[in-house]
């Protein structure tokens, strides 16, 4: 049984830069697509950002391009997401999941694994 654990969330001001980690345990990433979703106050959860970790190929939401990169750390078994130029709207619960199949992009519906979130709140 995986078990992921979010990391790195926290309060910054608009403009301001974080870095999510995302490790594992009880198994590896190295079968798996990961996906970094997030939910805001009364909306759906949504997919930010993905890597499958066999190749590297990374998938970023449309309107997150440019800002956000995700990459990972083999020795570590642990998948960042660096969010850049953070704004208001990007307020939210952040949560990494891990996906056997090969669907691409991931969906939430589809998530064998999820970890329990770590906050992210930028104030204006």
């Known amino acids: 049984q995986v078990q992921l654990a979010e990391s790195g969330g926290g309060l910054v001001q608009a403009g301001g830069s974080l870095r999510l980690s995302c490790a594992a345990s009880?198994?590896?990433?190295?079968?798996?697509?990961v996906g970094w979703f997030r939910q805001a106050p009364g909306k759906e959860r949504e997919l930010v950002a993905a890597i499958r970790w066999s190749t590297g190929l990374t998938y970023y939401a449309d309107s997150l391009k440019g800002r956000l990169t995700i990459s990972r750390d083999n020795a570590k078994n642990t998948v960042y997401l660096q969010m850049n130029s953070l704004k208001p709207e990007d307020t939210a619960v952040y949560y990494c999941a891990a996906d056997r199949s090969w669907r691409w992009p991931p969906i939430v519906g589809g998530m064998d694994y999820w970890g329990k979130g770590t906050s992210v709140t930028v104030s204006s």
């Open positions: 009880g198994g590896t990433f190295s079968s798996y697509v």
